[in-house]
């Protein structure tokens, strides 16, 4: 019978034992991130879906800019079919942006929020100083984010009279 002694190499076993576990770990953690990489690609695919057309979006929005500018500056009297009809066209590309995620960024009479607003200027007014009096441009998120700034006028506060 061998005797065990101090100077012999470790057992085979002992050596294969610990090169299953390394395996094993390495293979829990190539797993773990290969899971991890497949959650990312479907965010990153969803991202892609909801926010892929936000550069379209932007195109679409000056459209429909154009068709408000059309309804502040027609004069219903000439020919009101005419203005029906470009409201109504209006209200339908309006309608179509809601449904994609589009949605207007309420404005008149809020405080100012630089996130969602772009001050272009104060002017007096009766309202507390810094509420949003006037709206020189719509603003719009994509699915709860900005898409574009709503660009504003800015409440200076009531105005005070010097005393001389």
């Known amino acids: ?53 936000k550069n379209t979006a932007l195109d679409l929005l000056e459209i429909q800019d154009n068709f408000e500018r059309a309804l502040a500056f027609a004069k219903p009297e000439a020919d009101p079919n005419l203005v029906n009809g470009i409201k109504m066209v209006s209200q339908q590309f309006r309608a179509t942006l809601e449904k994609q995620g589009v949605a207007v960024i309420p404005s008149i009479g809020e405080s100012f929020n630089p996130d969602l607003h772009e001050a272009v200027g104060q ?19 994509l699915h709860g984010r ?15 009279n010097p005393v001389v």
């Open 1 to 53: 019978m061998p005797v065990s002694g101090a100077g012999e190499a470790p057992a085979p076993s002992n050596e294969l034992e610990k090169k299953l576990k390394e395996a094993e770990q390495k293979h829990l953690y190539l797993y773990a991130e290969f899971e991890n990489f497949k959650k990312r690609a479907i965010r990153e695919q969803q991202e892609a879906a909801k926010f892929g057309w």
């Open 123 to 141: 002017i007096p007014s009766d309202q507390p100083e810094g509420t949003i009096v006037q709206e020189q441009q719509k603003g719009y998120t």
């Open 146 to 160: 900005l898409l574009r700034p709503s660009r504003v006028l800015l409440s200076k506060g009531p105005q005070t």
